[in-house]
């Protein structure tokens, strides 16, 4: 972990506002309710909730506790996986 204590993100949550509940008139704040409090990432700006790419860490919760089918909010990584290193490789 960083020194300034700051859990680094591997990833962020994106919004697609067409798939979100309040989108066809229900009330939802789900994902806002499931963000760790401390982070706060997602807050409700009437009727979306509005993710803060700053504060997101993309720990996924609010994806798993979305309410819509297919799910509103995905997980986008912050950069591509590298391929795994064999020992054959390095040697
Ligand atoms: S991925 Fe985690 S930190 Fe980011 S908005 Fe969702 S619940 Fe909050
Ligand atoms: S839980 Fe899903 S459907 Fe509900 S407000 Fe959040 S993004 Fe929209």
Same mark, same amino acid.
């Given at each position: 972990m960083p020194d300034d204590g700051k859990v680094p993100a591997l990833g962020k949550a994106l919004l697609d506002e067409n798939q979100c509940l309040n989108a066809e008139g229900f009330a939802c704040d789900t994902c806002v309710m499931f963000c760790p409090s401390d982070l706060q990432a997602i807050t409700m700006k009437d009727p979306f909730p509005e993710i803060d790419q700053e504060r =997101?860490?993309? =720990?996924g919760l609010c994806i798993f506790h979305c309410e819509a089918s297919p799910k509103a909010i995905t997980w986008q990584p912050l950069a591509e996986p590298s391929e795994p290193t064999t020992t054959k490789d390095t040697a």
């Open positions: =997101c860490v993309g =720990c």
